[in-house]
Structure formats: structure tokens, C-alpha cells
């Protein structure tokens, strides 16, 4: 969910760190990272069976 970031300037480490996108967007749905990580799994799974007939496919439940 972050990213360390380290940098060197003027012989001084700096260390930062950066939400993902997956963290960003755990943010923002208000779940859980163990429910984010479940749905995301389970969109995975769902995303090879998808058909793309029409715009029903995109509905999750």
C-alpha cells in the first residue's frame, strides 16, 4: 500500500514515503486492507470471465 522512497541530497538521506495506487484507492473506498485485498482478489478472478456483451459486466455484488 506505500512505497519507500530514499533520496540523497547534499550527502543527506531523505526518506519519504508514497501511497500506491492500490493504497489510494483503498483510501477511498473506506475499506478494510483485508476486505480491499479480498475484493481485489476476487475482482481478479471475476475479470477473466468477464463478456463484454454489454454494460452489465462492469456490476460487482
Avoid at 484507492?25 to 475482482?43: C, I, N, Q, T
Amino acid at each position: 500500500f506505500i512505497f519507500k522512497q530514499e533520496e540523497t541530497a547534499n550527502d543527506t538521506n531523505i526518506i519519504g514515503y508514497k501511497p500506491s495506487q492500490l493504497g489510494l484507492a483503498v483510501l477511498a473506498s473506506g475499506f478494510s486492507p483485508d476486505d480491499a485485498l479480498r475484493v481485489m482478489r476476487e475482482l481478479q478472478l471475476a475479470r477473466r470471465c468477464f463478456v463484454l456483451e454489454n454494460d452489465l459486466h462492469i456490476l460487482y455484488e
